[in-house]
């Protein structure tokens, strides 16, 4: 009833999906990572609001954090494009077995 | 009408094909194709005639996959037509051909020669040659822009032709074409039948597919009214046209005349011009030779390919 | 091979016709005009002066390269749906998605284009200004042209099933929002709004991209170190995001009627 195409079509649909649906973590990175100078530089005593009082207060910066969310768009946006791609080779596997 | 019989092995096989357009604002449906079967055999013509409306563009549109099907199913050299590849060895020639104005006519030519499956280097040698063959080699260097449109359209059958396709699609290739340019066209077009072509063409200009197409297929309101030879479709009339100089209007020709069912007509030189049926001929001439005018031509009638075109699309 | 051929040829053509077109000079000569004006809104002390120059020549790149993407790619599949180029393309063995995929390299290599121009007018700047050129603020270059190949792709995608004007608009408001994706996030998830709200919100930040992510411009300014694992995740972000509206949009654009 279904071919071998469809057979692995299905399968590596599967497959993405579980991938998609575990839910993959990373660590996420928090802010940029410091300069030699620093890093040799003795630890520094935080400010009553937990500030490094060597930042400079008037231009405050940070690292755009890159959370588990990107990772977890990442895999979805994958597990379309093999849906799409399965799901189009099964369309023309089924339409080549049409004969005249 | 009968079903054209199919053969499997054909250039092209279409069957059951049937397309419907939802009316916008009613819950109705327009029939734009209804239930078209035919095949046409490799090495052939064919001619693909209906009024404006009947369909033909919408069938060709769902041959090469601009438009799907409602039913029914087509193939192209055994390739269903939702196989991007069944077009590998198709050849098209759109109606009004339309191309980025900005590149010359070569460059066109050599990108669909690419998209044709040619490489780069098989595609320009390719192209020169595919100039040639349309006698538009000299212009092969002028944008797009500044060619006529007659000139478009020969780029557009270059295009088509680079590929060396067996199967050429034309619909209303003589649109936009001087006489002279025609007489070329279906020179052209009977060479690529010599060289096993098939070509599937839609036109208006009936008395050039008379002379050129093997096969034709008449479409009136999205269905398939005949199918064959032209020879087939045109029905044979029994009469002859007798054209005659009279010095005066003679009522004894023109009483025998009625009373054989035929009718007097006036040529365009103004001379009388008599159809009569056939079994009558030599009778009239007899009539003629005891004094009752000057035979001037005899001429057999019979129906043309438009006659029989206005007669079944009516 | 074949499939190579196919969309070199189409994305070669929309790359040239998209260099010629009006839209794009102009947005070249707005973006080359800021990246010139910025040196006279400098007018502070030489080491500020250097950041802030080199923070407004690249939102002048960001913005521009964003928006020619956005312009070209809103437009580009309908106009040749609408004057009939794309029949004797399609009546070719090319598939639907080739075609797709061809004009979005195409419209990326325009983008391309514009950028490396306004990159070599932004090195001209900082030459005549710094007297030396910094290599590692260019880092941020290739991120910036990837959110622009991710707003193209959304643009194309609109652009399948609406017109231009509308695909323009809808992916102008996307830019504006996925700019600022946290805020949103914060906002919607609020548990004083209604289930309906707050799961638009939910799909919305599912769905929507992360822009914010392509532009550490601000950590190079400031001379610091940007760590790898970031930069290969956020490539890796950005062309798996592209390649996944891409393949949503060939495939509306395969069951689209012609």
Redesign the interface.
């Known amino acids: 009833m279904y071919s071998a195409r469809h057979v692995k079509a299905m399968t590596i649909l599967a497959i993405s999906v579980l991938i998609s649906m575990s839910g993959v973590s990373?660590p996420t990175?928090t802010t940029?990572?410091?300069?030699r100078a620093e890093a040799s530089s003795p630890p520094v005593q935080l400010d009553p609001d937990g500030d490094d009082p060597r930042e400079d207060t008037t231009y405050h910066?940070q690292?755009?954090?890159?959370a588990s969310?990107?990772?977890?768009?990442?895999a979805?946006?994958?597990a379309?494009?093999v849906f799409?791609?399965a799901s189009?080779a099964a369309r023309?596997a089924v339409?080549?077995r049409?004969l005249? | 009408m009968t079903q054209p019989v199919l053969n499997k092995d054909a250039a092209l096989v279409i069957k059951g094909l049937t397309k419907h357009y939802p009316i916008p604002k009613q819950r109705a449906l327009r029939v734009a194709l209804n239930d078209l079967t035919l095949s046409v055999d490799g090495g052939q013509i064919f001619g693909f005639l209906g009024p404006n409306g009947a369909g033909k563009t919408t069938t060709i549109k769902m041959l090469l996959g601009f438009i799907r099907p409602t039913s029914g199913d087509a193939w192209l050299f055994g390739k269903h037509i939702t196989d991007d590849n069944s077009r590998e060895k198709v050849g098209y020639v759109p109606e009004q051909p339309y191309f980025p104005k900005f590149l010359t006519a070569l460059e066109t030519v050599r990108a669909h020669g690419v998209l044709s499956n040619l490489s780069g280097r098989e595609a320009a040698i390719r192209a020169d040659k595919a100039l040639e063959q349309v006698n538009l080699f000299d212009f092969r260097y002028s944008p797009l822009s500044k060619l006529s449109k007659g000139q478009t359209q020969r780029v557009a059958l270059a295009s088509a032709l680079i590929g060396d396709p067996t199967l050429l699609i034309l619909d209303e290739p003589s649109s936009g074409l001087d006489p002279v340019g025609r007489k070329e066209l279906r020179d052209l077009l009977q060479q690529l039948k010599t060289q096993g072509k098939t070509i599937f063409l839609s036109s208006h200009l009936l008395s050039e597919m008379e002379s050129v197409c093997d096969q034709v297929g008449v479409l009136a309101l999205g269905k398939l009214v005949a199918c064959g030879r032209p020879s087939e479709i045109v029905q044979a009339r029994d009469q002859v046209a007798v054209e005659i100089e009279q010095a005066k209007q003679d009522d004894v020709l023109a009483k025998h005349v009625a009373d054989w069912g035929g009718e007097i007509e006036q040529s365009s030189a103004g001379s009388p011009r008599l159809l009569v049926p056939s079994a009558r001929l030599d009778a009239l001439i007899n009539l003629i030779q005891q004094g009752h005018g000057r035979l001037l031509a005899v001429t057999p009638q019979r129906e043309t390919l438009e006659d029989a075109f206005l007669r079944l699309v009516s | 091979m074949n499939t190579l051929r196919h969309i070199s040829v189409i994305a070669h053509i929309t790359m040239i016709e998209g260099a010629r077109k009006q839209i794009f000079h102009v947005l070249m000569l707005f973006a080359l005009f800021l990246i010139a004006v910025s040196t006279m809104l400098a007018v502070f002390d030489h080491n500020v002066q250097i950041k802030i120059v080199t923070d407004l020549c690249s939102v002048a790149i960001m913005l521009s390269s964003g928006i020619i993407a956005i312009t070209l790619n809103s437009s580009g599949t309908t106009q040749e749906v609408e004057s009939k180029t794309i029949y004797p393309v399609l009546a070719k063995p090319v598939s639907r998605w080739q075609f797709v995929v061809g004009k979005y390299l195409g419209t990326l290599g325009t983008v391309t284009i514009g950028m490396l121009i306004m990159m070599a007018a932004f090195a001209a700047i900082l030459q005549c200004t710094q007297g030396s050129i910094n290599a590692k603020i260019f880092l941020v270059m290739p991120y910036l042209l990837l959110e622009a190949a991710i707003l193209g792709a959304v643009s194309q995608f609109f652009s399948t099933f609406s017109s231009p004007p509308l695909a323009w608009f809808m992916t102008i408001v996307i830019f504006l929002i996925a700019n600022f994706k946290f805020g949103l996030s914060s906002y919607l998830n609020a548990p004083t709004h209604d289930v309906v709200s707050r799961f638009a919100g939910l799909v919305l930040y599912q769905a929507l991209p992360n822009l914010e992510c392509f532009d550490f411009k601000d950590s190079l300014v400031h001379g610091l170190t940007v760590p790898t694992g970031y930069l290969i995740s956020t490539a890796v972000y950005g062309i798996v995001y592209t390649c996944c509206v891409l393949s949503i949009s060939s495939a509306i654009f395969a069951r689209k009627e012609l």
Do not use: C, V, Y
């Open positions: 990373m990175f940029l990572s410091t300069s910066w690292l755009p954090g890159f969310d990107e990772h977890r768009q990442t979805g946006a994958f379309i494009i799409l791609a189009g023309r339409m080549r049409k005249p």
